[in-house]
């Protein structure tokens, strides 16, 4: 069972109905469920799209592109039927917060399809839910027929003669189809692959129509931004960085969870008062600021807004939002090594530099982690991890590439510290024991 | 499709039957057509991508081709009930490891594993999006988090006690 | 699409708007090195090899995805662009084996050319590398995974170009494997493209694995012996004691009228030349009945003079010649002026396997209407009646596959059989097995001939609709019905014929004049004055005897000699041996056909691949066979027939017109072990001496055949250069076929049979009998 946490900072937007039973379709309805997509028909596609730009929200994926300029460049007219796809196949190490919305509030996730079907012209929408979430699913699937059921899905919605169908649908287990094209490629019963682009899918996406596609987490703030204007939402967060977020945090903290809170929300703020501090009056070692693709920050430099422009200036990303925190026991060619692990498992294998080099960068933390490295090994993990840096067929490879680079510059000292048959200094670290105590 | 013959039970088959028609193209159904033919068969077999083969409308080594990209369909039969144990960066730091570990030990099986009895196999997986309520498991379908090597043992027991009903 | 121009390194180039800028590089000598990219194969974008700097980009762009637009500005060659390609390549060569010293690729091997190009030759990699044994996937198909470096070249020509779909990618990350269609083994056509396309040695050949080193060959680039496609294929080949063999059949430099393909014969079914069936010794039957080894000058002697007697005693009339689908235009030639001026008879024949009589006929005075091979690869649309060219006509079916891939042509299909290109096929429609002709008729408007429906209606309306229409033909249109066919196909503008027949020259064998009643280009025997006098002897102008008729004349006594070349028509035909008990039979063959074993003399006769001259395809295609491999003991077809004219006294000057103002061969029928033909001549050049050319130069024959056969007459630059040249059908000289037997036994030879070289091909049978074949073989067919 996942569940929100809160904090007297928590500003609950797309977390407003959490708990409150709101997977019941009546129960949503009453929580002003339904009622933004009845103003977005009245509204009209340009109007919608208006009101989306006007909010700054901006994917929550990890990318960060503005919503309301993805929706704009799908053409007006297009030969092919035009899609919405729903990428709720949340993998990324450190998030966990498209659960909590497809548990609690799966209805706004159905309503924020809707709408962008309105804005963009199409009639037919997808969840995709990764395959571990299968609890999900059916919750989803009953939510769907529900809407049905009221006549908000089908031929004729909310008595509009506007027609829109949503299908959910499962993975079966592959982070890489995350990657938005590779997520259209599992749709259509394929190997998740990335294709190849452009075309974008805006222009050519599913099944060859535009498509637009937008995490679960940002379509379910969609209905929330036309129901409350779109100026209204951006006032929230921060310039160009419209609204509230839902942040994982996890790791060394006293208080793990998932809080909502505005953009641009203090790093260090969500780590000492939102998350309660490290437990144990431990020192915090480094914080993986946005899922584990993003690049290590060390303790000095935390202080700073949790928006896609502050953190992108600390020399990280704001990702996914998913918030790690290692306190000082961690042995951080371990915790490089385990990132390495989970890429070169997830890689697709498509090009050269993802496949061979998360691999080989497996191969060599693990050999270093155990003592079997020498000085070069270090900087040859550079090399590699360089060399694959923008060269890779899709954002995997950089995904990989990103952290490693910084772990080995941040903490190279502590590389060396393994080498040369001297091992592993945290060997059976006592950080497990603490935890479980 | 519906009058042909079928591994499947009727429900399923049936379900199939509405799922190709549900997408713009057949082959959609595919993946998820895998993952719920696995739930009822226990893996894929060939019989399996056989008929999910016909079902779709494409060739048999294009299902395989496909069904060895994801990582949870599996060709070989396992227990009754899967603990995947997480492992990744939020598990780790606060004991994924240590608790796979415990499982190994307490189940007497290794990664991919399966009991004696056929009741438990293990698995080490990637990321299962439950990072803030770590160190977490997965039993087939259900999550279990925040989990120590005790309340593990009480997790283990509980589906011990629904494979003996 | 309009130009665009843009500049590349530096330098102004222009092309055309939505050109890949890999392609658009590649043709100003721009070289952008890949692995996965392939002209004419979907993209991957998956090697990463191909990047390069275009300004305003934040990252490194693939060549091989990006389209040139007007101004775009690229850098290819920076020292960032150096260092990503060489990353690619240490990067690639990490797990790989590097076991190039007895790899099969090693130096024909793209991953060595760029592991030299980027210097990427000192490993960084110190991990344990992960071993895999080798998988046997065929006969002829071996996988090295370890090697393979993931470009999906094979996945993609077996899908995309073969339509065969047998090899898929398993797994994923690292784990990633090309894997067969039957998890350990393939079920395919063979093709062996995915070998072909391979840039390492992952995928290897079943005839070739662990025999040689590419540089240890001479590479000889000739036309297959098999079918009539005629598809250009480059021999490997090395000596050995007893001659030159042939260690690999591929498809090396591409720059024949097949492009990119070869099917499972062309590829590997050259062993019969090795075969231990294979005759070396002349034989001649003995006192004692049984045929026994004799020297060559014995068993000359002993032909020469029993064919001089037969004649002088007999008649010309008493001896029958039956020539070749496999020999050469020169070989053909020459057998039917030494049957019409040195033997005086006009029985002579051959196993007519198409009507290409009544082809030319039909196409009288219509200049231009002939298709090339080449063409179907550009027609917009494409008729097919009857034939299955996946089956019989691989070439051909590659080049329709690609056409209606690559440039989306229209084809229609009408059959008796599901044949496979129907899946290509824009509109199909099936056919009693008997309503070819009928169906023609409706075609052209008679609405009464064929009981259609509503598709054979719809069928006929959009065909009638086409503008440019390319139709090709089987077997199972013949005489009037062909003629039928034309009609129908000239009421359409700009429609091209092309009649399909099985066997390398099977068509060089009619358009020879290897007919009882007609000469070279299809001149009745009756109008013979111009041959007469090329030949300076008269001919005779009565029609002689067909196959049939010489077997009919033999069994009453009335044929007293047979001298068959290349053809095994007892087997063919089921003649009775009995019916040749009391002819003086001749044969030059490969092997103890059902034939050669009835025989008095047998000569071992050289094949298409130890021999030069030229063939023509079914398509009328024209083109140069060059000797690759060499047996001692043999002797080509032709030498044989000009010692044994020799030998009979005639003059072998007069057969063969060597040294009348002939052009040299260029050292073509030599050989390609030394060039030493090529110095030979500077040097006779340089020594003010005249070139010499022998009484065994075929191409002193084909001068007499260009002279002759006016369609032959095409510019002989090309040829030589080892191209197709399309034959000038319009110059076809016959006038009516009316009232001529009907004498066409297709061979219907499938993809893993080929008459009677298939049956002496151990890796043909090899094949078949693995079970890892797509379609189940004909019964083999004896030639």
Sequence with gaps: MAYLTTHPDVVPVVSYRFGKGATNIDRYIELDGYKAARKAIEMGPEAVIAEMKASNLRGRGGAGFPTGMKWSFVPKQSEKPKYILVNGDESEPATCKDRLIFEHDPHSVIEGVIIAGLAVGAKMGFIYLRGEYRYLLNIMEKAIEDAYAKGFLGKNIFGSGIEFEAVSHTGAGAYEVGEESALMESLEGKRGIPRIRPPFPAVVGLYGGPTVINNAETLATVPHIIRMGGAEYAKIGTERNGGTRLFCLSGHLEKPGVYELPMGYNLKRMIYEVGGGIPGGRKLKAVVPGGSSTPVLLPEEIDIGMDFDQVGKAGSMLGSGGVVVLDETVCMVEFALRTMRFYQHESCGWCIPCREGTDWLKKSLTRVHAGGGVDKDIDNIQYLAENMLGRTFCPLGDAAAMPTIAFVKKFRKEFEDHLDGKGCPYKHSLQHEAVLA | ?165 | MADVTFTVDGKKLTAPAGTLLIEACRKAGIEIPAFCYYPNLSLQAACRMCVVRIEKMPKLQTACTTVVTEGMAVTTESDEVKQSRKAMVELVLGNHPLDCPVCDAGGECELQDMTFTYGAHESRYVEIKQHRDEQQWSPVVFFDRPRCIMCYRCVRVCAEGMDVWALAVDNRGVSSVIAPNEGDSLLCEQCGMCIDICPVGALTSGTYRYKTRPWEMNHVGTICTHCGDGCKTTLGVRPVNDGVEIIRGDNRDKSGINGDFLCVKGRYAFDFAHHEGRLTKPLVRQTDGKLAPVSWEHAIDFTAKKLREIRDTRGGNAIGVIGSNRTTNEEAYLLQKFARSVLGTNNIDHHRTADYTAFAAALKDKPGREASLRDFASARAILLLGNDPTNQHPGLAWQIRTNVRLNRARLYVANHEDVRLRRQARASVILPSDGYASFVSYLGGNDGAFRGSDLTASFRDVIRKEESLLIAFGSELRGRDIQALVDFGLSLPNTKFACLGDYVNSRGAADMGLLPDLLPGYIPVSASTQFAEEYGSALPAQAGLDLIQMFDAAGQGDLAALYIVGANPVSRYGIDPSALKNTFLVVQDMFLTETAALADVVFPAANLYEKAGTVTNTYGDLQLVKKASDRAGVRTDFEIVVRVVDKMGADPKKLVPFGKGVRADFGQSRGAETGEADRHAVWLVANHLEPKLSPFDPFAVFDEIQRLVPAYNVPRLNLLLGNDEHLKSELVQIESVAGRRDLVLPANDVLYTSGTLGRYSAKLEEVVASATILMKPAETAAD
């Design chain 2, 1 to 165: 499709m519906a009058t042909e013959t079928t591994i499947f039970s009727p429900e399923l088959a049936a379900r199939f039957d509405k799922l190709v028609t549900l997408y713009p193209v057949r082959r959609s159904a595919l993946v998820p057509m895998l993952l719920y033919a696995q739930d009822e068969v226990g893996y894929i077999s060939k019989a399996v991508v056989a008929e999910v083969a016909r079902r779709v409308g494409v060739l048999e080594n294009d299902v395989v081709s496909v069904l060895s990209y994801y990582s949870m369909l599996r060709t070989q039969p396992i227990g009754k009930f899967n603990v995947q144990v997480c492992t990744n960066i939020c598990c780790m730091l606060r004991g994924g490891n240590e608790l796979f570990e415990h499982c190994k030990k307490r189940l007497g099986i290794g990664h991919k594993g399966t009991t004696a009895d056929g009741v438990f196999s293990l698995e080490e997986v990637e990321c299962i999006g439950a990072c803030s309520w770590a160190p977490a498991v997965q039993v087939n379908y259900d999550f279990h988090e925040n989990l120590t090597p005790e309340s593990m043992d009480k997790v283990l027991e509980e589906y011990r006690e629904k494979a003996q009903k």
